[in-house]
């Protein structure tokens, strides 16, 4: 028999809070708690440590991806927390960055909004009894990319005492043109639905 009809039969019997309880679930659990540390480590000071803890999330991201897949242990609570612990820490790591003028304030508003728009569009839907289909936008995942980069190197350069202000500069703008396009984006697509 292969391993994962087995593995699959053993679930269907387990109770509901052992599906809950996967390794993946468990190492997202661990980056959501690694948010407030996050910010505990920027707002003291200690920004090479939090450059560490915020790359050692994004490679425990990749990880519990790839154990979800290879485990076949993808879940609907992981389906969830996996974007929320993402977004939390990246969300955090923006607004603390700004407050001690690392990145500029307008920048860390726009990211904040972006997200609280898109949010609130999806739950207002939802109320409606019309949930959108949700599926990334390749400027969605740019925009994603452009943020985690321009987080780390905000990180690193400020917590190892490096300049590289032209990168940074452009990193902060296309950072800002991105977020501001997917987030058209989205709002457009909330806009043409054909209506229930």
């Known amino acids: 028999m292969p ?3 087995d593995t699959g039969r053993r679930l269907a019997g387990a109770p509901p809070s052992a599906l809950y309880v996967t390794l993946p679930n468990l190492i997202t659990v661990a980056r959501l708690c690694a948010v407030p540390a996050t910010v505990w480590l920027i707002l003291h000071g200690r920004l090479d440590l939090g450059f560490g803890l915020f790359i050692g999330a994004g490679i425990s991201d990749a990880v519990d991806g790839w154990l979800a897949r290879i485990r076949n242990a993808r ?3 992981g389906a969830i927390l996996d974007p929320l612990a993402d977004k939390a820490l990246l969300v955090s790591v923006y607004i603390t960055l700004a407050a ?3 990145l500029p304030d307008w920048l860390a508003i726009l990211v904040v909004f972006r997200d609280l728009l898109i949010i609130g569009g999806f739950l207002m839907l939802w109320v ?6 949700v599926r990334p936008l390749l400027v969605s995942k740019l925009n994603t990319a452009l943020q985690i980069g321009l987080a780390a190197l905000a990180l690193g350069l400020a917590g190892f005492h490096l300049a590289a202000p032209v990168l940074l500069e452009v990193g902060i ?3 800002a043109a991105s977020t501001l396009v997917s ?3 989205y709002v457009w697509l ?3 639905r054909p209506p229930a």
């Open 3 to 5: 391993e994962g009809a």
């Open 75 to 77: 879940s609907k609570l």
């Open 100 to 102: 001690i003028g690392v």
């Open 128 to 133: 409606l009894e019309a949930p959108p289909h």
């Open 173 to 175: 703008w296309a950072t």
């Open 183 to 185: 987030g058209a984006a």
């Open 190 to 192: 909330a806009l043409r």
